[in-house]
């Protein structure tokens, strides 16, 4: 036997074994069946054994073709593992991953996982865009980037941030906490806070639009209509007002953790939660896969 046996010649191979006949096999593979008969000839020579045998007007593999052929499946499978390893290889050593995500992510989970993104793979480039759900969801449905990181408020009835989300790979970022963010002021002797009942009279600083649906069904789930004074999408300024007791908010926990005003005081509001979440179509690439992995570590680590 030859001491090399060509990779074509096997896939040709073990081609015939799964469909049967030569014609079957030249038609998988797109091939001219003299060409199919030539690489077996071939294979047959290098293996030193005959592979196929007649069959009334067909071929049929004799012990020797059945043994190669099985073995043809496993090498053929090995060498395509090792062809996705090497690709990954290169995605990671020279790869981008593009990502678009909203403000209080930008300044809390993103630069913690992009930066260990570039510790672990320094020739990864990573693309950033700031943008609210909507505009992240639209930018990966058109290609623009490979992840959208949104958020989703739970536990009210009210519209999807994102609308439907079945035509996309979802991974779950982290869960936190929305809080009331209320000045100083309102905190009691005995150093309690007051509910979301207790503000129903109070004036509200709403935010995104999104943020905005979810105070209004909180609150008209509390029993009250929330009287809106002020709209900023600008975290620090929501603060800025509280803090000159203009106001009252709600705010995630995240955006508390990129800023959080020494003069403003926040309190848990049962059941308030915000789900952040990375959209990817499709199978993501190395680079994506690996930015993924990071995010998801940041957002368990803050």
Not at 6 to 16: F, K, M, N
Not at 198 to 213: F, H, Q, T, V
Not at 272 to 289: E, I, N
């Amino acid at each position: 036997m030859s001491a090399d046996l060509d990779l074509t010649r096997l896939r040709i191979l073990a081609a015939v074994a799964r469909t049967g006949s030569l014609t079957a096999a030249a038609r998988e593979l797109g091939l001219a069946q003299p060409s199919v008969s030539h690489h077996l000839a071939r294979l047959e020579s290098e293996a030193g054994l005959p592979l196929l045998e007649r069959a009334g007007r067909g071929v049929r593999l004799t012990e020797a073709g059945r043994l190669l052929a099985d073995r043809a499946e496993e090498i053929l499978g090995r060498v395509e593992n090792v062809r996705r390893e090497l690709d990954a290889l290169a995605g990671l050593q020279a790869g981008r991953a593009r990502l678009a995500a909203f403000p209080s992510a930008l300044a809390t989970i993103v630069p913690t996982a992009i930066g260990a993104l570039h510790r672990d793979f320094p020739g990864i480039g990573v693309g950033l865009v700031e943008a609210e759900p909507p505009e992240a969801v639209a930018a990966l449905a058109a290609g623009d980037v490979d992840v959208a990181l949104v958020f989703e408020h739970t536990d009210v009835a009210h519209t999807r941030s994102v609308g439907d989300l079945s035509r996309f790979q979802v991974t779950e970022v982290l869960d936190e906490p929305v809080l009331l963010v209320l000045p100083t002021d309102s905190v009691d002797a005995d150093g309690a806070t007051p509910s979301l009942g207790d503000l129903a009279e109070s004036d509200w600083i709403a935010g995104c639009p999104r943020c905005r649906a979810d105070l209004v069904a909180r609150c008209a789930a509390a029993g009250f209509a929330p009287r809106i004074a002020f709209e900023t999408d600008d975290t620090l300024a929501v603060q800025a007002l509280v803090a000159q007791g203009v106001g009252v908010s709600l705010l995630p926990d995240m955006a508390l953790r990129a800023h959080h005003a020494p003069d403003v005081v926040t309190a848990t509001l049962p059941g308030a939660r915000r789900r952040v979440l990375a959209l990817t179509v499709g199978a993501p690439t190395p680079p994506t896969r690996e930015l993924l992995t990071r995010l998801v570590a940041a957002g368990a680590a803050r």
